[in-house]
C-alpha cells in the first residue's frame, strides 16, 4: 500500500517487493495520505491486477497568442515509459484538441522502436463562428477534434505545428491538446473553453498542473511469470510480444505468486466466517449495550460513578486468573487497573432469586458509591454490562453487575483468627480495636442519608484487615435498604444470623447488630462459632416458630 494506493504484486515499492526494477513504484511519504508514483514520474490513480491496467494523471500540452503569429507561452507533452513494462493503452485512451484554427499532432514509437514502428497523427480545429465551435459536443472540429491512436506505443510527443498561427486569438487565445481517458473531456462545457480566463477556465483548471487521467496497459515480456499452479497466460492485446496471467476458471488472487490463486468456493468461505465472526462480535456488542441500559446505565453514569466495560475489567485481571475468594454470592478476582489501582472484581453467582426491579438496582449501587467510611471496603466503580443467568424453573434471568472495589492486602480477619493467614497472633487490644472500627462502619451504613443500609452477613470473613489492622468491612452482596429489607430476604451465614430473622425471614438493622455482636464475641475469644447438627433455612425455621415446634434458635459454643 502507499497512500489510498494497492500495490499488488508484480509492481512493488523498494527491493524485494517487485519482480525487477522495470516493476518500481515510488511512494512519496511527504504527501498526506502518501503517493504512487510509475515510471516517469506520474501519479498513480490506480492499479487492477485482473486486467493489467494502471491510470495515471498527466498534464496538457498548450498554445496562446497575443496576436495572430505571435505565442505568449507554448509547451508540449511527452509520455515516455522506455524500459517499462508500460505502454500507453489505445482501447482506453483518445488524442484531443481543443481550440479555434489549431494543428495539434502526436507522434509515437512502439516496441520495435525503428522507423516502421513510428507513428504521427493529429487533428484540426477551425472556428468560423465561436457559438457554434462551442456547441459541438461531439468533437467534429468545431473548436474540438478527436482521434484514436494505435496499439503498441510506449513513447510518444504532443506538440503544434511550427507554422503556428491563429486568426481568432482575439476572442480565443490558446488551444489545448492531450491524450486522455475516453469520455474525461466531455465532463467540460466547451464554450468556457475557447475564450475562458477565470479561475474556473480550462486553462486555469489544466495548464502546468496533472490532473488528465491516462490509462497504461503493464505486462510480462519475459517467460515464467506466471507462478501459481492454477495460472495461465494470456496474450497482451497491445502487443503479441507481452502477456499477462490470470487464474483458471474457479480460482482467484494473484497468478504472479506461488500459490497465489485460490479456490474461490474457499475464499467464499473465508469471506462467509469474517462476516460470521462480525455480525457475532456486533451481536455481543448490542447485547452488552442491552444489559448496560436494562441495568440503568445511563442512570448510573450522571451519578457521575466510574462504569466499566467487560472487556476492561478482563483485561485488569488477565482474565480472572487469580481468584482470591468466593462465597455464596460470587467469585472474587484480583486485579489491577490501567491507573495502577489495586482492586478486585466481584462476579456474583447467585441461584433461585427473582430479578430485582432495576431502579432497586441502580439504587443500591448508587448508595454503595456514595458511602464513605475509613473502615468500609470503597466501591471503585461497576459493570453493567453482564447478564448472570439464574435457574428459577427455567426461566428467569437476574441480571447483576460486576462490582470493583479496593484491594485489601492482609486478608480477612476469619483467616488471622484461624490460622489462614501469615500474620501475627492478634492481642486482645488490637481485637478490640478491630470491633470498634467495624461497629463504626456499620453504624454509618445503618444512618447514611437518613436511610438504614443493612449489609446482611457480618461474619469474620467479611471483614477485611488494612494496614496496622485497620477493619473494613466487605461483601456487600446481601445489602438492603432497610425499606426494601422489611420485605426481603438474604442469604447470610448461619452461625451468626439473627434468631429473628431465622423466626420470620425479615432483615432489619437489628439482625446486622445482632450478628455484629455474634461476630465480636467468637473474635475475641478467637473461637469458631458453632453450628447445629441439623441446619435448616430461615423460611423452615420461621415455620416451625409459628407452629411452636421450637422457640429460638441457640449456638451453644458461644
Not at 485460490?262 to 449495550?289: C, D, G, P, Y
Not at 430479578?355 to 459493570?383: T, Y
Request: aromatic share 10%; proline share 3%; with cysteine.
Amino acid at each position: 500500500m502507499c497512500g489510498n494506493i494497492h500495490i499488488p504484486y508484480p509492481l512493488g515499492i523498494g527491493d524485494g517487493c517487485w519482480k525487477n526494477k522495470n516493476f518500481t513504484i515510488t511512494c512519496n511519504y511527504s504527501y498526506n495520505p502518501a503517493r504512487a508514483f510509475s515510471h516517469g514520474g506520474f501519479e498513480v490513480i490506480d492499479i487492477s491486477l485482473e486486467t493489467g491496467e494502471m491510470r495515471v494523471f498527466t498534464g496538457v500540452a498548450h498554445i496562446c497568442f497575443n496576436s495572430s503569429n505571435t505565442t505568449s507561452s507554448m509547451n508540449s507533452g511527452w509520455y515516455n515509459f522506455t524500459r517499462s513494462p508500460l505502454l500507453i493503452s489505445s482501447e482506453r485512451n483518445e488524442f484531443t484538441g481543443v481550440g479555434c484554427n489549431t494543428v495539434a499532432w502526436l507522434r509515437g514509437k512502439d516496441l520495435e522502436d525503428n522507423e516502421d514502428g513510428r507513428y504521427l497523427s493529429g487533428c484540426i480545429t477551425t472556428c468560423a463562428r465561436l457559438d457554434k465551435a462551442a456547441n459541438d459536443v461531439k468533437c467534429t472540429g468545431h473548436g474540438c477534434c478527436q482521434t484514436t491512436i494505435p496499439g503498441g506505443l510506449h513513447n510518444m510527443e504532443v506538440n503544434w505545428s511550427k507554422a503556428a498561427t491563429n486568426s481568432a486569438w482575439k476572442y480565443s487565445s490558446c488551444s489545448y491538446a492531450f491524450l486522455a481517458e475516453k469520455g474525461w473531456y466531455h465532463n467540460f462545457s466547451r464554450s468556457h473553453h475557447l475564450n475562458g480566463t477565470d479561475e474556473m477556465s480550462f486553462h486555469s483548471q489544466t495548464v502546468n498542473r496533472e490532473v488528465v487521467p491516462l490509462v497504461l496497459n503493464w505486462a510480462m515480456s519475459t517467460a515464467g511469470a506466471c507462478l501459481s499452479a492454477n495460472s495461465e497466460r494470456e496474450s497482451d492485446t497491445s502487443s503479441d510480444r507481452r502477456y499477462l496471467c490470470k487464474c483458471l476458471n474457479g480460482y482467484a488472487g494473484n497468478p504472479y505468486l506461488i500459490g497465489g490463486c485460490t479456490s474461490k468456493l474457499h475464499t467464499t468461505t473465508i469471506i462467509a466466517v469474517l462476516l460470521m465472526v462480525l455480525l457475532w462480535k456486533e451481536h455481543k456488542r448490542q447485547k452488552r449495550r442491552a444489559f448496560f441500559d436494562k441495568n440503568g446505565g445511563e442512570i448510573i453514569k450522571n451519578m457521575n460513578i466510574k462504569t466499566f466495560t467487560e472487556s476492561q475489567l478482563e483485561k485488569m485481571t488477565n482474565h480472572y486468573d487469580t481468584l482470591i475468594g468466593r462465597g455464596a454470592f460470587g467469585k472474587v478476582f484480583r486485579g489491577t487497573t490501567h491507573e495502577n489501582l489495586r482492586v478486585v472484581v466481584k462476579r456474583s453467582v447467585v441461584e433461585g432469586m427473582k430479578p430485582s426491579p432495576d431502579h432497586h438496582l441502580v439504587n443500591e449501587i448508587a448508595i454503595l458509591f456514595q458511602v464513605s467510611h475509613e473502615n468500609l471496603v470503597r466501591l471503585v466503580g461497576c459493570c453493567l454490562e453482564t447478564e448472570v443467568p439464574m435457574l428459577v424453573f427455567f426461566f428467569f434471568f437476574l441480571r447483576n453487575p460486576m462490582l470493583v472495589f479496593e484491594y485489601v492486602a492482609n486478608g480477612s480477619l476469619y483467616n488471622v483468627l484461624h490460622g489462614g493467614s501469615t500474620l501475627r497472633v492478634l492481642p486482645l487490644p488490637a481485637r478490640l480495636d478491630i470491633a470498634i472500627g467495624s461497629a463504626k462502619a456499620l453504624a454509618d451504613m445503618h444512618s447514611h442519608g437518613g436511610r438504614s443500609l443493612v449489609h446482611g452477613d457480618v461474619k469474620p470473613g467479611n471483614i477485611l484487615l488494612g494496614d496496622n489492622f485497620t477493619p473494613k468491612i466487605s461483601d456487600f452482596g446481601s445489602s438492603k435498604l432497610e425499606s426494601i429489607a422489611r420485605h426481603g430476604r438474604v442469604m447470610a451465614d448461619m452461625s451468626y444470623i439473627d434468631p429473628v430473622y431465622m423466626k420470620r425471614a425479615l432483615s432489619r438493622g437489628r439482625a446486622t447488630s445482632t450478628a455484629s455482636a455474634s461476630c465480636f464475641w467468637s473474635s475475641s475469644r478467637g473461637r469458631r462459632p458453632g453450628m447445629p447438627t441439623r441446619i435448616a433455612s430461615p423460611w423452615t425455621l420461621s415455620s416451625a416458630a409459628r407452629r411452636r415446634e421450637i422457640v429460638t434458635v441457640l449456638n451453644l459454643d458461644v
